[in-house]
Structure formats: C-alpha cells, structure tokens
C-alpha cells in the first residue's frame, strides 16, 4: 500500500495580507449590515412605541372627555332628580291643602245645616287607604261643638283592633305610626282638626277596627269613645 505523503501549502506573505483584508472586509460587511439592521429595526420600534404613545394620548384625551360628559350628565341627571323630587313635593303638599280646604268646607256646611242642641266631642269622618305593602294611609276628623265657640285642647287615642295569627290584639297608633311619638294626641282646634298619617301594620296581623277616643284634658273619662269598622276605600 503506498503511503500518503501531507500536504503542504505555501502561502506568500502577499496572499497572507489579502486573504487577511478580505475577512476583514467580510467583518466590516457583516457589522455594516448589522448596524443598518439594527438601526432599521430600532427606527420600526422607535416608530411603533411613538404610535402607541399617540394612541395612548388619543385614548387618554377621549377618556377624559367622556368622564367630563359622564360628570356633566350625572350633574344633570341629580339637579333634574332634585328638581323632581321637589315638584313632587310641592303637589303633594297641594293635594294636602287641597284635601283639608275641601274637608273644611264640608265640615262647615254641615255645622250651617246641624241645627241640634247636642255639644261635645266626636269623629266626624275616616277614610282608610292602602298606599304600598301593609301600609294605610288613614285621615280622620275630630269635631267639637260648644256655645263659646273657642280653642280647647283634645286628648286623642287611637287603636287597631284585630287578629295577630288568629290571637286577638290590639295596636295602639304610636306603634304603627312612625310620625306619632306617644300617646294621647294632643289637638287643639276650634271647631274640628283634620288628621292625617300612615300606618304600617306587621306582617300576619288582620285589621278589624279602629278604636278612637276623645276627651278634653281636664276629664277623666273620655266624652267619645267608639269602634268604627276597617274599611279600605277602593
């Protein structure tokens, strides 16, 4: 078998020098193009970050206003609610005044036209109403005829009688009647006092009838006392 002898280049210092040159020009070539790559890409990105930061400031500047707008129509929306409310309010109060002119007028009518000797204290009139769930709304008229026709006061008592769960019970109106502290109601009226208020009445409880009491604070034993029946006005 013959044997392979190595081979051997010679290479001139010339060749060295150039072949030397040529990578470096290959390594400036290769760093040449990574610098305009790099410079390419870091430009695209710099130009995208800029475009999301106009897009945050677009967002940002139509976020702020709609939260202005959204400010303005919740400032509306309460003064209008206020305004509302307010108006409600004021009919409610007509209506009130309404009601006790008309009751007034009524009540005089009928004292024009009683032409009995009989004086004292009584209930001339009660209307019962149901105004949500378990709450009536009640207005009722005290009278009181006399010959010195002045203000004197009236001591007032109210009770609901009825059936708690099939128990009978009995409700006295500073239960039921958030509006009325304690018992009796202290009225002073001339010739009548027109009455208003709500009740609410527990849950299970069955209303059956009222019990009212008048008397003058100088008695004792009241000069009316009566049971009238619940009714609801339709």
Partial sequence: MPLRSPLIVHYRASQIVWLALAVAVILYAVALAGFF???????????????????????????????????????????????????????????????????????????????????????????????????????????????????????????????????????SLDEIDAEVDDLPIQLKMKYFSINRGIMTLPEGFSPQQIRVTLRYPWTEKPQFDKKLPWIVEE
């Fill in 37 to 171: 790559y790099g410079n390419k890409t870091y430009s695209d990105n710099q130009a995208y970050i800029g475009e999301l930061e106009t897009g945050i400031d677009e967002l940002s500047q139509g976020l702020a206003l709609k939260q202005t707008a959204l400010a303005t129509l919740q400032l509306t929306a309460q003064v209008d609610a206020a305004a509302l409310e307010q108006t409600r309010q004021q009919m409610l109060d007509m209506q009130r005044q309404i009601y006790r002119r008309e009751q007034e007028l009524k009540l005089y009518r009928e004292m024009l036209q009683d032409n009995t000797k009989t004086t004292g204290l009584k209930v001339g009139d009660i209307h019962i109403e149901q105004v949500g769930d378990r709450q009536f709304q009640y207005d009722w008229v005290a009278q009181q005829k006399n010959h010195e026709a002045k203000n004197l006061r009236v001591n007032a008592n109210i009770w609901v009688i009825g059936n708690q769960d099939d128990v009978p019970i009995t409700l």
